[in-house]
C-alpha cells in the first residue's frame, strides 16, 4: 500500500511502519489517552469490540 502522504525515511516505527505521530500531535496524544484508558479497563463490550473490528477493516479495505 502506497501512502497517501509522502513520509521520511526515518518515519518508520519498530515494527516497520509509517509513524506519523509527529505529524498531528494532538491526534497523537488523545490516540495515546484512549489506549491508557481502554487498558485500565481491562475489557471491552462486544458491541465496541465489533466496531472498532468493522471499522478497521473498511479503513483497510477489507470486506470479509
Known amino acids: 500500500m502506497t501512502p497517501r502522504i509522502p513520509l ?17 500531535p494532538g491526534i497523537a496524544a488523545a ?5 491508557r484508558a481502554a487498558h485500565r479497563m481491562k475489557a471491552v463490550d462486544a458491541v465496541t469490540a465489533e466496531l472498532v473490528r468493522i471499522r ?6 477489507c470486506f470479509f
Open 31 to 35: 490516540r495515546r489517552q484512549v489506549g
Open 56 to 61: 478497521n477493516a473498511r479503513f483497510q479495505n
Open 8 to 24: 521520511r525515511n526515518d518515519a518508520l516505527d519498530k515494527w516497520g511502519l509509517p509513524d506519523t505521530s509527529d505529524m498531528a
